[in-house]
């Protein structure tokens, strides 16, 4: 009983909520980004059916570990991927070079169940798209996956999936921490500058409803793992998708389908917005991460610049996702929205990229966002003839970005409230915009 009370202290020690920690230089470019390129690919792609299949239909380990021989991204091309990533106004990528399924992107030693060893194509993705990230000034992020459906040494009886993949082995779990260690120092030190490591899959090991590190029924041995990343590449940013607060030694905070602060999924009732580090939404373009042959439900070009400018304006960047064809290109629908995305950044993105949370939230009408003097005022609808905020230093300018007219405006010096006149203007489709200089 003393050793079992000994552990959970232990165990309590390093969940340990994050304060605040000295920032690192080397990472502002994150918080400048401001929009990402999120894909998901991997065997789970060839059944069109998500990236959650093996778990969700369930299918068992040895049926599943046969799309080994099926998956063959003939038509990958890192140029192209990071062209779009690039032209749609992208900083970074994030890749999965490991799902929940165990599958590894990558030249690994560590198993067997990985890209090199498909018949077929037998290619080290994560190699190609690092090389093609650093020759185009890209970032690249890796997603890792801390729970892995395959493996028999993963603890998976605890958890709260892979109970259908016919897995009966009890685990190892200290050789799979082993495993996950060898695997990042694989990561950290064959492929280059890394920009981050993006975990997910924390919330398995955790009793649903759970809001708290402590619930946890496993030792993610967190601090050594952070400090192994941190020690192999010191500007390489860990984040952790586990939707609670930011442990000790995470360099951004995650947000899955929601805005920072919200929590209209569900998935955000364990975290506040962080005002210590920098902050993430990641978001689908249709429904699904991976490739789903059925999800046709893809969100307007409208709906997505209006979700990167909302992120933004929470001081937030959008990790956008795509989940590419089993033969490796990217759906023709992402990529017509993404080259319209990439339209409104080439003209706009001054309005976003370096800004932090302007003086207001973002609300239904829009957004704010501020860099230095120079405040952003972003009006998706015209709601009445007038438009009235406060902004708390003397105004210098005021002007429309987008629209060929004058801006008429008025200001109350009691209380700082500057009123736009907004009679026959005429608003743009996606999003109207104020630039305001303050002295």
């Known amino acids: 009983m003393k050793k079992a009370i000994l552990l959970v202290f232990i165990m309590t020690l390093s969940f340990t909520k994050m304060q605040s920690q000295t920032p690192n230089p080397n990472h502002a470019w994150l918080d400048e980004a401001r929009f990402g390129l999120f894909v998901h690919f991997g065997p789970y792609s060839v059944l069109g059916d998500g990236e959650w299949v093996m778990q969700n239909r369930p299918i068992k380990v040895q049926e599943y570990k046969k799309l080994q021989k099926f998956f063959n991204p003939q038509d990958f091309d890192a140029k192209t991927w990071v062209k779009i990533a690039k032209d749609a106004g992208m900083k970074y990528i994030t890749f999965t070079s490991r799902h929940h399924d165990g599958f590894s992107n990558w030249n690994t030693k560590q198993s067997d169940w990985n890209i090199m060893n498909t018949p077929h194509f037998g290619r080290d993705i994560v190699k190609e798209l690092a090389d093609e990230c650093h020759k185009e000034g890209i970032k690249l992020v890796l997603y890792y996956s801390l729970i892995d459906w395959s493996r028999t040494d993963y603890q998976y009886w605890t958890g709260g999936t892979g109970q259908g993949c016919g897995r009966t082995e009890r685990g190892d779990w200290n050789s799979y921490i082993n495993f996950m260690k060898a695997q990042l120092t694989e990561l950290l030190t064959n492929y280059g500058d890394i920009a981050g490591i993006w975990f997910d899959g924390d919330w398995d090991q955790h009793p649903n409803g759970s809001h708290t590190h402590a619930t946890s029924k496993v030792d993610w041995h967190y601090p050594e793992i952070y400090n192994l990343i941190h020690t192999l590449q010191p500007n390489c940013m860990i984040s952790n998708n586990h939707h609670k607060e930011p442990l000790k030694g995470e360099d951004y905070q995650a947000f899955e389908k929601d805005l920072p602060g919200e929590n209209k999924t569900g998935f ?13 939404t990641c978001e689908t373009m249709n429904n699904t991460w991976g490739y789903s042959i059925t999800d046709t439900n893809f969100k307007s070009t409208t709906a997505i610049i209006h979700y990167l400018v909302k992120a933004a304006g929470y001081g937030a960047n959008l990790l956008l996702n795509v989940g590419p064809m089993p033969n490796g290109e990217i759906q023709p629908e992402s990529v017509k929205c993404l080259q319209e995305v990439g339209i409104w950044t080439k003209k ?91 002295q």
């Open 268 to 280: 955000s009732e364990g975290q506040t917005a962080s005002k210590h580090i920098p902050m993430e």
């Open 348 to 438: 706009f993105g001054q309005t976003i990229y370096g800004t932090q949370g302007g003086v207001i939230k973002p609300q239904s009408w829009g957004a704010t966002t501020q860099k230095g003097k120079t405040h952003y005022i972003h009006l998706f609808e015209q709601d009445g003839n007038k438009f009235t905020i406060n902004i708390p230093q003397k105004i210098k300018s005021a002007r429309w970005v987008n629209i060929d007219s004058k801006l008429n405006w008025t200001v109350d010096k009691k209380t700082g409230n500057v009123t736009f006149d907004l009679l026959n203007v005429q608003f743009d489709d996606i999003d109207s915009i104020i630039e305001i200089v303050v």
